[in-house]
């Protein structure tokens, strides 16, 4: 007796078993990101407390439990991962920082909190590390393009909340020489001199909290 198989039903069989194939593979593929993100924040303490120098990929492998070799099939070295963790950081920094702008709130508000969020994510873990100094010289060698790429992007989203605003009536563009962009440019850059020259955290939140109310002070109706 011949058994007459249905051409529709092994298609939709075919379907359910690449939907299967391709389900497990996303879940495997979100496991192994959430765990080299757990490297990464693991590393991040390592550095901190030791300094880039000091630290070995071993350091960092006991650190997060697992083995070195494992470690070495997440990166290829110590740079490849400092790297890795530069990028990291500057994601998770811009993620909060686009959440706040998101938000409900005056422009003031979510404009500077924005700032202070990406900064605290991003910048102030490696400014109150002991090895602040060889991290920061460090993070400039190894991820320049990093930091370029992500602080193009904040000016961006920031550009954009105070472009919408303009457009809505909340804050005024029309007695400021400056295009948007142009403006968050130079508020973000005399925050970097603020940041050299702080003496302590808390002084720094306080002169950037300043500089910017300083800066929008000039827009807002």
């Known amino acids: 007796m011949s058994i007459i198989t249905d051409p529709d039903h092994l298609t939709k069989q075919a379907i359910q078993d690449r939907i299967q194939v391709m389900t497990k593979s996303k879940q495997a593929s979100v496991r192994a990101s959430a765990k080299k993100n757990t490297v990464l924040d693991t590393a991040a303490d390592v550095f901190a407390q030791y300094g880039f120098k000091r630290t070995t990929m071993n350091d960092i492998a006991q650190a997060a439990g697992i083995s070195r070799p494992a470690l070495y099939l997440m990166f290829d070295n110590k740079e490849h991962l400092f790297q890795e963790l530069a990028a990291h950081r500057i994601n998770l920094a811009l993620g909060e920082a686009k959440a706040v702008l998101a938000g409900k709130g005056s422009v003031t508000n979510r ?89 302590t955290k808390a002084e720094y939140r306080k002169q950037t909290q300043q500089v910017a109310q300083v800066f929008l002070s000039a827009i807002i109706k």
């Open 111 to 199: 404009f500077i909190d924005a700032i202070m969020v990406f900064e605290k994510t991003y910048s102030e873990p490696v400014a109150n590390s002991p090895h602040g100094a060889e991290l920061v010289d460090v993070n400039m060698s190894l991820a320049a393009d990093v930091m370029t790429k992500g602080n193009s992007k904040l000016i961006a989203a920031l550009a954009k909340l105070l472009k919408d605003a303009d457009e809505s009536g909340e804050v005024s563009f029309e007695n400021t020489p400056m295009t948007h962009k142009a403006f968050v440019e130079l508020l973000l850059s005399s925050i970097t001199g603020i940041k050299k020259k702080a003496g």
